[in-house]
């Protein structure tokens, strides 16, 4: 049962934040945007729009009621988003997302009914799915950092590393890059990120490669000096059986980032991003004209103080 004060304390907590981020969205013509990230302990949700439905994730915690009571304290709470959201409870999608260091549950197909939708961001269009995976396959936090991609992307060969379901290829290739390169272990997520592409009309073989690929494997066998500019958004540790071995961002982005830069051409960029909360670079033994700390500069309007995502912009 949902405590009246603490019903208050949400209510009122989550209708704040949706006036003032509902009317930023709307003003920036933005229909996909995060609304609620825990802003109470008592309320562990990260709360996002996607058009006319609204995903929930709930970070699992210890909260001391049994199956029967959270499932009933969850009713309740969905029907008072609901409410402040003025949406119909049916639009509704609700995930449990545990907190741990890796980020290999992604990859976890849950059994439910498949819903998928299409939704838009920045005049290209995506397949997002609000039910069988813990995320919905395109990340909000990186709005900015995708168009940063697509208006250095004219001519150039470009290269998206840990590719997901593709979204930095789409703006790619809508920036008109010469050659996109996506580069996923997943068999599921390479086929979503070329959905995505025909999807947006953009696709065309001879320019458009996905490679389904251990990502730590397949830069051993990287050309020199070829790409213009490279995405690469690893996960803070992944020990999946498709691994030859594990690796964890901390301990091995020193080693990956030696790869990327001798795969860029000369003013090359290099866009690193990743969401290890205590991560700390190391550049030793890296060679590069320039480094900024973009995290500030690509950081939604709607994540501000929130994000644990770092990203890093290296010049070869």
Request: charged content about 25%.
């Amino acid at each position: 049962m949902l405590a009246p004060d603490k019903q208050l304390m949400f209510r009122n907590r989550l209708t704040k934040m949706w006036k003032h981020v509902a009317k930023i969205a709307k003003r920036s013509a933005i229909s996909c945007f995060r609304v609620y990230d825990h802003d109470l302990p008592e309320f562990p949700f990260a709360i996002e729009i996607y058009e006319d439905a609204v995903y929930i994730a709930e970070y699992q915690r210890k909260h001391g009621m049994d199956d029967t009571e959270h499932q009933i304290w969850l009713e309740e709470c969905k029907i008072l988003i609901a409410e402040v959201l003025a949406v119909p409870i049916a639009q509704l999608y609700v995930k449990t997302r545990k907190r741990k260091e890796d980020r290999t549950d992604q990859y976890t197909k849950h059994e439910l009914e498949k819903v998928e939708k299409i939704v838009h961001e920045n005049g290209l269009s995506f397949i997002i799915n609000l039910t069988e995976y813990l995320d919905t396959g395109l990340f909000l936090d990186h709005r900015i950092t995708r168009e940063m991609v697509r208006q250095q992307a004219h001519a150039k060969h470009v290269l998206n590393l840990f590719c997901y379901t593709g979204s930095f290829s789409v703006y790619a290739a809508a920036g008109d890059a010469a050659t996109v390169t996506s580069v996923d272990m997943s068999k599921t997520y390479i086929h979503w990120a070329k959905r995505n592409m025909q999807f947006n009309k953009l696709y065309q073989a001879e320019k458009h490669q996905f490679i389904q690929a251990d990502v730590l494997e397949w830069i051993e066998t990287i050309p020199a000096s070829y790409y213009d500019i490279i995405v690469c958004d690893p996960p803070t540790f992944s020990n999946s059986k498709r691994m030859s071995g594990h690796f964890d961002v901390q301990a091995h982005h020193t080693h990956l980032l030696s790869k990327l830069l001798y795969a860029l051409k000369p003013a090359g960029m290099l866009y690193f991003s990743n969401n290890y909360r205590n991560f700390e670079l190391n550049t030793d033994s890296l060679t590069y004209t320039s480094l900024k700390d973009i995290t500030g500069a690509t950081t939604p309007f709607d994540f501000q103080g929130k994000l644990h995502r770092k990203c890093f912009l290296f010049v070869k």
